[in-house]
């Protein structure tokens, strides 16, 4: 009996308990509006200008896009340093493609991306099948692309691309009902991706109420849910009066909620998660570890690749230097939005959530004219800080 109760003790019971182990999702949300906000007065007003906002989606699209991909990679216990040199190189490889050979850039496109997934592939089967460290695999790696980019390129910068293949980093989506100062159908679009979010998590308290699972407060639940839905549809009219919804705003979100789906609700997320947790258990448990691992390069892989078509498309031509540094942002993004290093634990929405905070205290710092020495300097305290909270908090719950 003595033994029951002092388990029970260590449980959190009721809605604190709910609230305490949603924290630091929560405390992600709310330092997020908190630095939005800071830097909105810090810079006069320039950072919700409709213009700015669509400069921020444009500067970390491809951030965000990788850091779906490094999720996964960090959730499973590895990590990947080639990511930026990856995406540089598969940037030069569409150049090459579709300016000197003139290839359309639909067959351009999907080479680049089925390259992406073979380095992936290479990668991920040392890792998995070698079990060389991943460390060390992706840090060769990154040496290794980084070269190729520039052997490919030639030591000099091609372009410009076609005017088709930049509308994925620059173009809108087109609006027929557009007025003077207001794009309708990027508002509606906006509104209506809210209130699916709404009905999808109400959904999903229904559901658990219904099987006997703990929920938070109901008000707590209303006011932070009508609080995200007013968010998202301010922040769709703010973009909907300058162009409207950005293109890769649009892809974005579909794989935000691809892998939102697949994290949390398929079997093949599950077993990254219990990959990531206690490797030697899951193999015991029959989960294929291997080849789990093996899947988890080749996606990262493939949305490196798709990053650095983004980065080319909106630079609209790419560099020897495409990609330098991006492994930095993307794994920062990641531990930021709550990822462990030690693996088993992150969420799709805390890794967006972290690289938009990377995002915006760049924009904000260099809008407001520090320097870049000084930004990497609070960048990498950032970092640190987060990593420090997340080993207090498995320390305090050990």
Known sequence: MATTTNLE???????AGILKNNLREYGLLISLVAIMVFFQVMTNGTLFQPLNLTNLILQNSY???MALGMLLVIV????????GSVSGFIGAVAAVLMVEYEMHFVPATLICLV????IGAAQGYWVAFYKIPSFIVTLAGMLVFKGLALAVLGG????????DFQLLSTGFIPDPFSGENLRILSLVVGVLIA???LISKVRERADRIKHGMDNEPTAFFALKNLVFVAMITAFSYLLSSYKGLPNVLIVMLLLMFAYDFVTSKTTVGRRIYALGGNEKAARLSGIKTERLTFYTFINMGVLAALAGLIFAARLNTATPKAGLGFELDVIAACFIGGASASGGVGKVLGAVIGAFIMGVMNNGMSIMGIGIDWQ????GLVLLGAVCIDVYNKNKTN
């Open 9 to 15: 003790t260590k449980k959190p019971a009721g809605d």
């Open 63 to 65: 951030i965000i896009v």
């Open 76 to 83: 499973a216990g590895h990590i990947d340093l080639s990511v």
């Open 115 to 118: 390259l992406g997934g073979a």
């Open 156 to 163: 000099s910068s091609v372009g410009p691309f076609p005017a």
């Open 195 to 197: 209130l699916g979010l």
């Open 376 to 379: 990497q300097v609070i960048k």
